[in-house]
Every structure is written in structure tokens, then in C-alpha cells.
């Protein structure tokens, strides 16, 4: 009887009293999106009109307001712990792109309405963050996006600090990574979504899909993912009469001239999610697509994700996955993959419709060149009039590229702080020393890195990092922590953890410190030792005039001799680029 007159008294607000349970959507005929206050307002008589949906609000954003999550449940219950599969949605990580958010807040309505849908539903609980960049959000205006079509107004892509928050992922230089740690750590998603607009090309389709690359993940998850879970929400939307395709990420000049999947490394959402085993899904609708089509297609593919879900039941696979990591752990030298690298694979999908042995079927529109208006020269466009459908190359299939063993822990000194701070932050336990002790074993020193010479998201960030591993003794001083892998957090440990991975905390500069050298020579005094030296040690001798005479430029350079036998010497810092995080096999 309650729900009867829930229901009564819902759709009795529909008709005179529209704006708390219509969305600006809706209110618009599709031309307007919701303003965070708006939204939140919306959110706030959702959850006192539904007894199925609960507002929670976590932490804090850098615009200083807590990130709220709704949470549907058809049983009302909102305890944390569950036994149904976990769906978490995302919405205006960049608040240009508002489809989601009207998407979400109109499907948990309706989820509070429907009982059928309710109960063919029940074993899912859905989680849904409407505002992530809040930031974002509140600095609204019309033309940020300049290649997009509606709606009328939306927000901006940096937040607050002008971050790219779908950059933050690992380095979390905002405030909502934090809260979103916490989000994500507390209610244990199975399946994640992140809603957006995309950029590029123009083609037919008003959705394409981003779907994290099966093969990071352990058999059991690959096996799900790629002959299950995303054939069936291609399928669905193709039944619907909403066909869409793999995100148009263009290899050549236009998509005829091929597509390869975009493979995300953690410092993304959906990268950092497929960490912890929750397969991850990036919706990208057309930018040139009006609005309300783009909001109609997100639904459906929201509601797809939902049917998938309960029928696919992912918890099962990831749990399998986890204690076939942990077997693999006990038994020992467990390699993991840190770095992909793309090779030409047949696309999968057997059973979609548009998707064939050698190549994809894609509806495009023909591109050519004419005269730039605006220069006179050769300019890119599509022309409408004449759509077609082919086959395009498509590339989707990653290989490892770069592996690491996995040890048994970490060591962590104390004294990186802002490194702690992040590791617990997601749920890694650390555990303190309580006396020093002495260990043999092999530490990393840094050989060579590249570092972007422009700065990108507050970073100036290295890559193609490159280690030598040493034998030595190392004290491990009390106070500092050891972390222990375990099959959950293998793989988020081993990507911030291990210097050679792309999204590792070296590469994101947490470690500058140990790259500056702190004690130098003056050589007018050093002269004499190193002369010594090379005297007293035959193969140090050996090396030094086998540079000399295969390399002019050392040759050539008093200083670069002196250098070479310095760093030769006992009176070089053996601290200098080496690595403080220790792996402890």
C-alpha cells in the first residue's frame, strides 16, 4: 500500500508540481540541462519522495561541497555490504557533457516507479554520483564546447583548480579523488560506468562505447567481458534502434581510414576502476547529435547496463579471480603486466550485427578536402549527404609490453607522506616497524626517464622510465611501513608502486626528491684521488679508457673523466636515483 501511494503521490507532482521530479530536460523538451543546484535539489526530493533511493554525500571537492551519491535499491536497503551486483555511474567528470546526469536522475525515478522493472531488476543496486566535478558544474556557460550541439548551457571541463579530473586518478591532486576513493571503496562497484560527449569525427552513430581492455583483467573476467557482457549491450542497443560501435578513436585522417580502441592507463576513471577487478565502461555519445537524442541514448544504455548486469552476475567472475590470484601468490614468482602495447587483432562482437571476420562495418560519412574559407588552404570535412556503410580496419587487441614480479611487500619509507597518504586513502593497509632490521635484498636505481618539457595537469610528467636492479643491504628503520600484496590490491599496487609503469607516483613526480644529487668535487682536489684510483684499480682502469676511446665527446671532457670515476668512488651518495620504495621478494 505504500508503494501504491508513493506512486500516487509522485505522478500527482508530475501534474502540478513538475520542477522537483522532472528533470531541466524534461521541463525543456531536451534543450536544457540540470545546474548543480538544480540537480542537487532534484536529488534531494528524490530520495525524501522514494523510499528506494537514499542520498549520501562524501567528503569534500575543491569548490569545497561534499560529492553526493544516490543509491537505488529495490529492497530499501542501504547498508554497503550487499550480495547483489553493484553498478556505479559517474557523471560530469567533465560537466560539458551533462547527457548522464539527466540520464541517471530521470532512470532512478522511474526505477522508484516500475515495480516490473523493480523486480526483474532486484538483484542490482545501483550507485549514482550526479555531480563529480562539482567545480566543473558551477562554472556554467554556453560555449566551452564549441563542437557540440546543446543543450543551451552546461559547465566546464577543469574544476576548481582547473584539473582534469579524469587525469587525477592516480596523482589526486583534488579533493574529489579522495572522496571518490572512498566512494568506490565503500560500496565495492562491480561494474562502473563513466558518462561523456566525445570529440572527433562525424559518423552516424549517436553512442560509441569505451570498454576497458579485457585483457588486464585474469581469465575468468576476459572470458565475461568479451564473449558476454559487452556483446550484449551492443546487441541490446541494436534491438532498441540505437546501433553503436566502438569509440571513433580515428587512426588515420577520418575513420575510413581505421579505428583503434583507446586504451585508458589508471590515472583515467575506467583505468583506475579495472585495478580492483570492476569491469569498466566509458558511454561516449556524438557531440554533433542534438541533445535530447544523446540524453535518449545514454538511458538506453544505462538500462542496457542494468539487464546486463543482472544477468551476467560479474561478482561471480571477479571473486574467481581473486582467489585465483591469491593461489597464484602463494605459489610464488607471480608476474604482472604494467605496459601494453596495441597489435592489429580481429574485432570481437561475433554476434553484433555490424561486426565481421576481418574488420568492423561502420556508418560513416564520406570525408574529403576543399578550400579553407578562413585560410585558403586544404580543410577536412564530411559531407552529410553522403553517408555510407563499410568496412573499416580495427584495431582493439593489446599485448604486454613491459611485466615486473610481483614481491611479497613493498617497503615504504614514512617520510613519503603524500605516497601513504594516497595508499590509504584507497584501502591499502600499511604496516608499521617497530624496530629496525637489516635485509639484504635488491633496490632500483633510476637509469633513465623522459619528462615533459610543458606542464600537464600541475605536473611536469615522466615517462619511459627506465631501472637497474642492485643487491644491498638496506635498513628498515621503525616507524617506516611494509605493504603486503594481496590479490585485491596487486594490481593498483604494482601501477603506483613499480617506477616503470606508466601511471606510477615516480612517474607523476612524488619521487623528485632522490633525483637531485646533494655532494659534488671540486676537482682541483679530486684529481689526485681519482688519480690514485685508477691506479690501484686495474678494472675501474679498464672501463675508464675503453670510454675514453670509443667516446669522443668523454674524451674530449676533463670533467666527464673526473665524473665517471667520482661516481666509481666510495665518496659518491649511493642514495642518489635510487629508488626508496623497496620490493621485498
Same mark, same amino acid.
Given at each position: ?20 521530479i522532472l528533470t531541466a530536460y524534461e521541463t525543456s523538451g531536451g534543450k536544457e540541462s540540470f545546474t548543480y543546484e538544480a540537480g542537487i535539489r532534484y536529488c534531494q526530493q528524490l530520495d525524501s519522495l522514494s523510499p528506494y533511493v537514499k542520498l549520501f554525500s562524501y567528503g569534500s571537492s575543491d569548490a569545497g561541497r561534499p560529492i553526493h551519491v544516490l543509491v537505488y535499491d529495490a529492497s530499501q536497503d542501504f547498508n554497503p555490504t550487499t550480495d547483489k551486483e553493484v553498478i556505479l555511474i559517474n557523471n560530469a567528470i567533465h560537466p560539458g557533457e551533462p547527457d548522464g546526469v539527466e540520464a541517471s536522475l ?111 583483467? $585474469?581469465?575468468?573476467? #576476459?572470458?565475461? +567481458?568479451?564473449? *558476454? @557482457?559487452?556483446?550484449?549491450? =551492443?546487441?541490446?542497443? /541494436? ?12 587512426? $588515420?585522417?577520418?575513420? #575510413?581510414?581505421? +579505428?583503434?580502441? *583507446? @586504451?585508458?592507463?589508471?590515472? =583515467?576513471?575506467?583505468? /583506475? ?313
Amino acid at each position: 500500500m505504500r508503494h501504491f501511494l508513493f506512486a500516487l503521490f509522485l505522478l500527482s507532482g508530475l501534474a502540478s508540481q513538475a520542477q522537483p521530479i522532472l528533470t531541466a530536460y524534461e521541463t525543456s523538451g531536451g534543450k536544457e540541462s540540470f545546474t548543480y543546484e538544480a540537480g542537487i535539489r532534484y536529488c534531494q526530493q528524490l530520495d525524501s519522495l522514494s523510499p528506494y533511493v537514499k542520498l549520501f554525500s562524501y567528503g569534500s571537492s575543491d569548490a569545497g561541497r561534499p560529492i553526493h551519491v544516490l543509491v537505488y535499491d529495490a529492497s530499501q536497503d542501504f547498508n554497503p555490504t550487499t550480495d547483489k551486483e553493484v553498478i556505479l555511474i559517474n557523471n560530469a567528470i567533465h560537466p560539458g557533457e551533462p547527457d548522464g546526469v539527466e540520464a541517471s536522475l530521470m532512470l532512478l525515478r522511474d526505477l522508484s516507479l516500475d515495480s516490473s522493472r523493480r523486480k526483474r531488476w532486484s538483484n542490482v543496486r545501483l550507485i549514482v554520483i550526479p555531480f563529480y566535478n562539482i567545480g566543473g558544474a558551477l562554472n556554467r556557460n554556453s560555449h566551452s564546447r564549441a563542437n557540440q550541439v546543446g543543450p543551451e548551457a552546461y559547465g566546464f571541463r577543469g574544476n576548481a583548480k582547473n584539473l582534469d579530473l579524469n587525469r587525477d586518478f592516480i596523482k589526486a591532486d583534488a579533493q574529489n579523488t579522495f572522496a571518490f576513493y572512498t566512494i568506490f571503496h565503500t560500496w565495492k562497484p562491480h561494474v562502473f560506468m563513466d558518462t561523456h560527449v566525445s570529440n572527433g569525427a562525424d559518423y552516424q552513430y549517436t553512442m560509441t562505447l569505451i570498454h576497458s581492455q579485457n585483457e588486464k583483467y $585474469g581469465p575468468q573476467m #576476459d572470458r565475461l +567481458i568479451e564473449n *558476454f @557482457f559487452i556483446p550484449n549491450l =551492443y546487441n541490446g542497443m /541494436y534491438k532498441r534502434g540505437m546501433e553503436m560501435v566502438p569509440y571513433v578513436n580515428v587512426h $588515420g585522417v577520418a575513420p #575510413d581510414s581505421g +579505428i583503434h580502441a *583507446f @586504451f585508458e592507463t589508471p590515472r =583515467y576513471s575506467n583505468g /583506475y576502476v579495472a585495478m580492483w577487478d570492476c569491469i569498466s565502461l566509458v558511454s561516449e555519445t556524438h557531440m554533433l547529435k542534438p541533445f535530447d537524442q544523446r540524453v535518449k541514448a545514454t538511458y538506453a544504455l544505462l538500462e542496457e547496463l542494468i539487464q546486463t548486469t543482472s544477468t551476467m552476475h560479474p561478482s561471480r567472475a571477479k571473486e574467481k579471480e581473486k582467489q585465483g590470484r591469491a593461489l597464484a601468490l602463494k605459489r610464488g614468482r607471480f608476474l604482472q603486466t604494467v605496459k601494453w602495447k596495441p597489435m592489429q587483432y580481429t574485432p570481437h562482437f561475433p554476434s553484433s550485427p555490424f561486426a565481421h571476420p576481418d574488420s568492423l562495418l561502420f556508418k560513416g560519412y564520406e570525408a574529403g578536402y576543399k578550400k579553407s574559407e578562413v585560410s585558403g588552404l586544404p580543410r577536412l570535412y564530411y559531407d552529410r549527404s553522403k553517408p555510407f556503410q563499410k568496412k573499416i580496419a580495427y584495431h582493439d587487441k593489446f599485448v604486454p609490453d613491459l611485466m615486473v614480479r610481483v614481491p611479497k611487500a613493498y617497503y615504504v619509507p614514512a617520510q613519503w607522506t603524500a605516497v601513504t597518504e594516497r595508499l590509504k586513502a584507497n584501502g591499502i593497509a600499511l604496516h608499521q616497524l617497530e624496530k629496525d632490521s637489516l635485509v639484504v635484498t635488491e633496490v632500483y636505481y633510476i637509469d633513465s626517464f623522459g619528462t615533459s618539457t610543458e606542464a600537464y595537469e600541475s605536473h611536469y610528467v615522466h615517462s619511459g622510465t627506465k631501472v637497474s636492479a642492485y643487491p644491498d643491504s638496506v635498513t628498515l628503520h621503525a616507524g617506516d611501513y611494509l605493504v603486503y600484496v594481496e590479490a585485491e590490491n596487486l594490481n593498483f599496487l604494482v601501477n603506483v608502486l613499480e617506477p616503470i609503469a606508466p601511471d606510477s607516483y615516480f612517474n607523476w613526480n612524488f619521487f623528485d626528491g632522490i633525483l637531485q644529487q646533494k655532494e659534488w668535487f671540486s676537482a682541483y682536489v679530486f684529481e689526485d684521488i681519482a688519480a690514485q684510483m685508477l691506479q690501484e684499480d686495474p678494472e675501474l682502469k679498464k672501463r675508464f679508457e675503453r670510454i675514453k676511446n670509443n667516446n669522443p665527446d668523454f674524451a674530449n671532457s676533463s670533467f666527464e673523466q673526473l665524473y665517471f670515476i667520482y661516481r666509481n668512488s666510495p665518496y659518491y651518495e649511493r642514495t642518489h636515483r635510487r629508488y626508496p620504495v623497496i620490493p621485498l621478494h
